[in-house]
């Protein structure tokens, strides 16, 4: 039973463009959602996250936006470089807090490629 | 020390033995979890470790354990192995007062079990 899923394996976007990386959920008990980004030989780290009371939130490049009534999350990162080329999972969390926080559910990825 | 670092980073075992994998976390994380990343699919929670007990488990069999030291380390075990268990396995550690968004992942020890 997959809850958290990426349905896009890849992605390839052109250096300055928008990309948008999508992401559904199933649970409506998640109440937290992250985004991670992993290069090769590297573990995941740690890009943005969203609250279920917000629908949206912004660092820099990056933008989460979320729509809990379709149970869906989307990254934005504008404008895209070729340094942003890696994975990407969308992960999630239920009741938020305290010991949960290590207890997130990843999705399957999707591999962004920016080309110059 | 900051990081955190697993090792090996990689190992074959055989069908029906057993492994142990290592985690030194960033010093002062008392809580650490282990995942399991299959290929071509997304970490999957294993369990987690917060002041050497666990509290939190996925939705592995007992076969998978897993221990807690006092100075920031841990083991992962896996008892019978089966074709199954080849992956990244990857510890991330916090401290318990933080949130999900200083969750610090090691790059992983790949396991395959032929």
């Known amino acids: 039973d997959q809850q958290v899923k990426q349905n896009s394996p890849s992605l390839s976007v052109q250096e300055g463009r928008i990309s948008i990386l999508n992401c559904d959920y199933t649970n409506s008990m998640f109440d937290y959602f992250l985004w991670y980004k992993k290069y090769p030989a590297e573990g995941p780290t740690f890009l943005i996250s969203?609250?279920?009371?917000?629908d949206k939130n912004e660092d820099g490049r990056f933008t989460v936006f979320l729509n809990k009534s379709a149970k869906h999350l989307s990254l934005h990162i504008v404008p895209s470089q070729p340094g942003d080329s890696a994975v990407y999972f969308c992960a999630a969390l239920s009741n938020a807090g305290g010991t949960s926080y290590g207890k997130l559910t990843f999705g399957q990825g999707t591999i962004l490629t920016v080309h110059p | 020390e900051t990081g955190v670092t697993q090792s090996p980073t990689h190992l074959i075992k055989t069908r029906g033995q057993q492994v142990t994998l290592r985690c030194s976390s960033q010093s002062g994380h008392n809580t650490v979890s282990w995942y399991q990343q299959a290929l071509g699919q997304g970490p999957q929670f294993i369990f987690q470790?917060?002041?050497?007990?666990?509290?939190g488990r996925g939705n592995f069999p007992p076969r998978f354990s897993g221990l807690q030291f006092p100075n920031y380390s841990s083991e992962l075990n896996v008892n019978a192995l089966e074709l199954d268990d080849s992956a990244l396995y990857l510890c991330?550690?916090?401290?318990?007062?933080?949130?999900?968004?200083?969750?610090?992942f090691g790059a992983g020890s790949r396991l395959t079990v032929l």
């Open positions: 969203i609250s279920s009371i917000k």
């Open positions: 470790y917060y002041r050497e007990e666990e509290n």
């Open positions: 991330a550690s916090r401290l318990s007062l933080g949130g999900a968004n200083v969750l610090t």
